[in-house]
């Protein structure tokens, strides 16, 4: 009588012929000390979480029900998408709509997850703001993209502006030229076998490209330009 998966567990429970059998034992799985395995009349019926068992106040002898199985596995698959989302926050900080993105890749659905993001996002385990800053400093100081790809990317995750414009407003303005700086000078054989009468142009649109803006690649050029030919 053992299912193929947890969902199988309702027409199981019906195969019993019963409206109400108690569980015969609960065992910690060898593979698992977190999950356990309950029995009905010695048999395994399904795995549920540690969180489940207390949620439900599960032992030996309570008394199950379709619905309440139904209920258990509603729960589970309450905490399988919370642990889930804890994992991905574990690795890197991401905003909230990048969980809502990658939790819908997996199969889940706005119902299943909006409610684990609400109270994920209460706990401060997702902060948006937080999450806008290391990214616009990371991308800055690691790719060395400037404000506007950074800005257009993190719009993109689902980051409001205010949030984009605190978070940018924190790059400042000598960075940025020390850093087009870097980068022209970087790509320095590529220009000089440009044309003299062409390498403005081309540093201009090479910085627009790394998503600087406009006028302080304006401002910079005359001096990357003597740089370059010095």
Known sequence: MKPNTERDTIKIFESIGKER???????????????????????FLMGVSEQTLVHFNLHVGTELTANLLQAIELQEQHWKIRDYFIRLLARRDHSRQELVQKAHKKGYTNAEIDSILDELEEKKYIRNDVFARKF??????????????????????????????QALEELGND???????YLVLKAKP?????????????????????????????????????????
Do not use: T
């Open 136 to 165: 616009a400093q990371d991308k800055f100081n690691f790719n060395h993209w400037g404000k506007q790809k950074i800005r257009m990317e993190l719009k993109k995750k689902g980051i409001k502006s205010y949030d984009i414009e």
């Open 21 to 43: 059998v108690p569980i015969s034992g609960i065992e910690v799985q060898k593979k698992n000390a977190y999950r356990y395995s309950i029995f009905v009349e010695n048999n």
């Open 175 to 181: 960075e940025i030229l020390e850093k087009m700086e």
């Open 190 to 230: 590529r220009f000089l076998r440009a044309e003299k009468s062409k390498r403005r142009k081309k540093i201009f649109d090479f910085l627009i490209r790394k998503g600087y803006d406009s006028a302080h690649v304006m401002k910079v050029l005359p001096s990357l330009l003597n740089k370059l030919d010095a």
